[in-house]
């Protein structure tokens, strides 16, 4: 993890954003990291000999947007939350019908957390009272994430292509 090994790449698509067909351009990149997981033997020149190599990917940071495209959750409608999926909070405009979560985040706080109370400053009228939404398990997110656009998408999921993995 120091700096002589780090790869660092920007990928900015505006204006003329690839969506869905991304996966064209990272199908390559994700072919040769499921190579370098397993490793491949490589020639060190300063030792003169061979050595299994291995890498992996760290981390990715991206804004929502980028995030959807690359993972194939969309990051629009009722279910944009990838952490609370179908036990979101959402709601509709009246006059924009667009989806809205505003003040849902106070769920997240410890319930003796005096913003959960506060009736003015927030939600007018409304004290939060429910929980945060389940911690789904590593293999329960596995298994929502084969789906595509069939029955349920924007009900239970909102995946919109199968995983390039």
């Given at each position: 993890?120091?700096?002589?090994?780090?790869?660092?790449?920007?990928?900015?698509?505006?204006?003329?954003n690839?969506?869905?067909?991304?996966?064209?351009y990272?199908?390559?990149?994700?072919?040769?990291?499921?190579?370098?997981?397993?490793?491949?033997?490589?020639?060190?020149?300063s030792?003169?000999?061979?050595?299994?190599?291995?890498?992996?990917?760290?981390?990715?940071?991206?804004?929502?947007?980028?995030?959807?495209?690359?993972?194939?959750?969309?990051?629009?409608?009722?279910?944009?939350?990838?952490?609370?999926?179908?036990?979101?909070?959402?709601?509709?405009?009246?006059?924009?019908?667009?989806?809205?979560?505003?003040?849902?985040?106070?769920?997240?706080?410890?319930?003796?957390?005096?913003?959960?109370?506060?009736?003015?400053?927030?939600?007018?009228?409304?004290?939060?009272?429910?929980?945060?939404?389940?911690?789904?398990?590593?293999?329960?997110?596995?298994?929502?994430?084969?789906?595509?656009?069939?029955?349920?998408?924007?009900?239970?999921?909102?995946?919109?292509?199968?995983?390039?993995?």
């Amino acid at each position: 993890m120091s700096k002589p090994y780090m790869f660092l790449s920007c990928l900015i698509p505006e204006p003329s954003n690839p969506k869905a067909s991304i996966d064209v351009y990272l199908e390559p990149l994700i072919d040769d990291l499921k190579k370098l997981w397993i490793g491949i033997l490589t020639y060190d020149v300063s030792r003169k000999q061979n050595f299994m190599m291995r890498a992996c990917l760290m981390c990715t940071i991206n804004d929502f947007l980028a995030y959807g495209m690359l993972s194939g959750w969309g990051t629009h409608g009722r279910l944009a939350c990838p952490h609370c999926m179908e036990h979101n909070k959402s709601f509709t405009l009246n006059y924009g019908r667009k989806s809205c979560w505003f003040d849902s985040h106070h769920r997240f706080l410890p319930y003796d957390h005096h913003f959960r109370r506060n009736i003015k400053a927030f939600q007018k009228g409304q004290v939060e009272i429910d929980g945060p939404p389940p911690r789904l398990t590593p293999l329960q997110i596995w298994r929502k994430s084969g789906v595509t656009r069939i029955d349920g998408y924007g009900e239970w999921h909102n995946w919109t292509k199968r995983s390039i993995f």
